[in-house]
């Protein structure tokens, strides 16, 4: 269960990466306007704002590969429960603040790989 909890994690910080990368590049772009719903003018007025949102998904995702690295299994795992739990979180409010789907998309991914790292647990 162990390399499983990691995979997941892996795979939860790889999807904010290509968030950040969405957010940050590809905003005004035909694949940015599709994925958020925008239309051109609407991305080009937000687009600090996207840009914004993209680097906030790249410190996640950082956290995320730093709990996979770690070299103290404890506090690999703890980085693990909070990063994942900050996606979690930050699901649950994009679910209600902008599109249920964020919930599915982000939040179930992280779901489930918290619960493999919890069953997991620590292994020194």
Known sequence: ????????????ALE???I??????LWTKPAGLRTFGMTQEK????KVLGANQGLY?????AGLFWSLVHPSAMFAY???VFFLACVIVAAVYGAWSA???????????AIIAMIAVLIAGVHV
């Open 1 to 12: 269960m162990t390399i499983a909890a990691a995979v997941l994690t892996a795979l939860v």
């Open 16 to 18: 904010h990466v290509y």
């Open 20 to 25: 950040l990368y969405l957010e940050m590049f």
């Open 43 to 46: 991305a080009e007025e937000t």
């Open 57 to 61: 998904n790249g410190f996640l995702a």
């Open 78 to 80: 703890e980085l693990k």
């Open 99 to 109: 599109s249920r789907k964020i919930l599915f998309t982000q939040g179930m991914p």
